[in-house]
Structures are given as structure tokens and as C-alpha cells.
């Protein structure tokens, strides 16, 4: 492993964050050059301590809404598999998300599934813009720097998602996310289903990658032209190490294949 840096928001006008909250952004490199970029946006559920549980009990925090259950834990995988750099957001989805754009609603969450989050109603501009500026700013600048240090081929971003939702059953075992750069989905989707004939693979499921609702995609992949694609595993079949590392193998065996396949 290369180094392991942390960004924090000490120049970006933070009030957020007090000197024992962790920093929002974990950049881990492995080695020089890598062409592989992996991203866990929703890696962490670290809430501030300004911000208490933001009104929530510790079960709900436990849940899907907080955080992507065992998308970490692939990525640190598939990262040293690769020897790919990774950068990971250290807080809850519920205080900040950073796959989505300032402007979404779902940025700063009022309801998350079927939750109301108490900490998060009837917020002023003042107080959105400084978890943007403690939280978002830190890590968009570190990924963008992270992207911009050395040449990149491909980027990938890692999640996992709850099995039901609303109510509604989520058959898939994973979901491939992409809107112009099919074929890095395409190539992953061949990759896993070989490796495992009984496994569900869906493209652009369990939703869809929209301009005023993702920031990944749209403003770092697509913009700078890279192989990529939005990773989203079902978190009942990650939530354990041996589930991890069966994961981890489908998606280092994958990403590799994109990598041969679009040379």
C-alpha cells in the first residue's frame, strides 16, 4: 500500500465538524500509477457530533438508510485485488450524500425510505451549505484530485441496496448503473453471470442514473471519458466476510475483464 490520506474541511469554511469527528474523506493508494479508481460514496455512517443521532434511534441507523451495508468492505477487496486507489466518505448518507448533487432533496434527506429523519427538517441554506461545505467539498476535491493526479483508465463505484423497499421485493442479486458507457456494464454483467449462472444481474436497476440526481457518473466518469460503471450489490448477500470475498472475487474478475476489453 502506497498511503492512506485524510481531507479534511479546515479551509472550507467548516463549522460542522468538531476535533473529534473523523475526517469526511479516507483516500487509500496502493501503488504509483494506478489506472483503477473504486469509489464508496455511502461507505460510512458517522454522524457529527454537533448533530447527535439526528433525532434517530440506533436500529435506524443500523439500517440501509445510514449506509450501504458491506459495499466497504468489497471495495477494500477489490482494491487490493487491483492495486486500485480508493476513496471512501466517512459519514451517513443522512448527513450528507455525495453521489448527489447540492440542489437534490435527497443530498440532505427530510425521508429516507419510509423514515423521517428529525435532524434533517426545515434546514436553512446556511446550515445545508455547511454540510457541503464540511462534508461534500472535502471529498468531491480529494476524488477530483485523486482522478486528475495520474492517467485513469476505468473508475467504479460501489454500493449495495436492501433487498426490499417500500414493501416491494428486489429480486436482483446485483444492479449494473450506466447511461452512455453500456459496454463496461455489458462486460461486467457477462463476467458474473459466467462465473455464476444462477446469479440475477440487472441493468439500471434498482434505479436509474439521472443528471439532477448523481453526481458520480455524470460529473467525474462520463466527464473525463473513463470505463466506468455504478456498482450495486444486494446487501443480504454482502453482509458477511464470506460474502464479501465471494463478491470481491465476481467484481476484481469483472473490472479486470473491462479493463482487457477496452484497451
Not at 198 to 206: D, E, Q
Request: hydrophobic letters at 40%; aromatic letters at 6%.
Amino acid at each position: 500500500m502506497l498511503k492512506e490520506a485524510a481531507y479534511s474541511a479546515e479551509n472550507l469554511g467548516r463549522n460542522l465538524l468538531g476535533n473529534d469527528d473523523p475526517d469526511p474523506v479516507l483516500c487509500t493508494r496502493r501503488k504509483e500509477g494506478a489506472e483503477v479508481v473504486l469509489v464508496c460514496e455511502h461507505a460510512g455512517r458517522a454522524i457529527p457530533a454537533s448533530l447527535g443521532t439526528l433525532g434517530l434511534s440506533q436500529a435506524e441507523l443500523d439500517r440501509h438508510i445510514a449506509w450501504d451495508i458491506g459495499a466497504l468492505a468489497v471495495a477494500e477487496r477489490v482494491a487490493e485485488n487491483l492495486g486500485a486507489d480508493l476513496i471512501q466518505q466517512s459519514y451517513s448518507r443522512l448527513v450528507y450524500d455525495c453521489n448527489r448533487p447540492f440542489e437534490s432533496p435527497d443530498a440532505i434527506p427530510e425521508v429516507s425510505e419510509d423514515v423521517a429523519v428529525p435532524g434533517n427538517q426545515n434546514l436553512s441554506d446556511a446550515e445545508r451549505m455547511d454540510r457541503r461545505r464540511s462534508i461534500f467539498e472535502p471529498y468531491d476535491a480529494a476524488l477530483t484530485c485523486l482522478l486528475e493526479a495520474t492517467p485513469k483508465r476505468a473508475a467504479f463505484s460501489i454500493h449495495s441496496f436492501t433487498p426490499v423497499y417500500l414493501g416491494k421485493h428486489r429480486p436482483w442479486h446485483l444492479g449494473l448503473l450506466s447511461r452512455k458507457d453500456t459496454r463496461s456494464a455489458e462486460i461486467i454483467a457477462e463476467t458474473i453471470r459466467h462465473r455464476d449462472n444462477r446469479l440475477l444481474v440487472g441493468m439500471n436497476v434498482p434505479y436509474m442514473i439521472e443528471e439532477d440526481g448523481d453526481w458520480f457518473i455524470p460529473h467525474h466518469a462520463e466527464a473525463r471519458g473513463l470505463a466506468h460503471c455504478l456498482v450495486e450489490i444486494r446487501n443480504d448477500l454482502v453482509d458477511t466476510p464470506e460474502g464479501q470475498k465471494i463478491w470481491a472475487d465476481h467484481l476484481t474478475a469483472a473490472f479486470l475483464e473491462v479493463l482487457e476489453q477496452t484497451k
